[in-house]
């Protein structure tokens, strides 16, 4: 089974590292949008992790507004147009943790 993360972040690089590290398992990849609004060097060290992919459209996200949507479905066609194919596709954000495995 092939699983993506969609992660839609906007702060906390070393919070979102965890979030990846919590994630990474065999047969997963991980997309990660990061607000158009921030300065995106601060994630910059964890494009190095192999399983992990930033969206290059990025989306100005605003708090409860239509332009979240608008990252999410900009996010989704990037991993749509990705070689890999996905069964399925967890939407969440930078902001979560499992709490089981």
């Known amino acids: 089974m092939n699983l993506c993360h969609l992660i ?5 690089a070393d ?4 979030l990846i590290n ?4 065999p047969g997963s990849d ?4 990061v ?8 994630f910059e060290r964890l494009k190095e992790k192999t399983n992990v992919t930033f969206v290059k459209n990025r989306v100005k996200v605003n708090w409860g507004g239509f ?5 999410i479905t900009a996010s989704i066609a990037e991993i749509k147009a990705s070689e ?3 069964d399925f596709i967890n939407l969440i954000s930078g902001q979560d943790y499992p709490i089981k495995k």
Do not use: E, M
């Not at 991980?30 to 949008?33: E, L, T």
């Not at 607000?35 to 601060?42: L, V």
């Not at 332009?67 to 990252?71: G, M, Q, R, T, V």
């Open 30 to 33: 991980i997309f990660v949008h």
């Open 22 to 25: 919590a994630l990474t398992c």
């Open 8 to 12: 839609i972040t906007y702060k906390n």
């Open 67 to 71: 332009s979240l949507i608008n990252a």
């Open 15 to 18: 919070q979102l590292a965890r």
């Open 84 to 86: 890999t194919k996905y």
């Open 35 to 42: 607000d158009k609004k921030i300065d995106i060097t601060q």
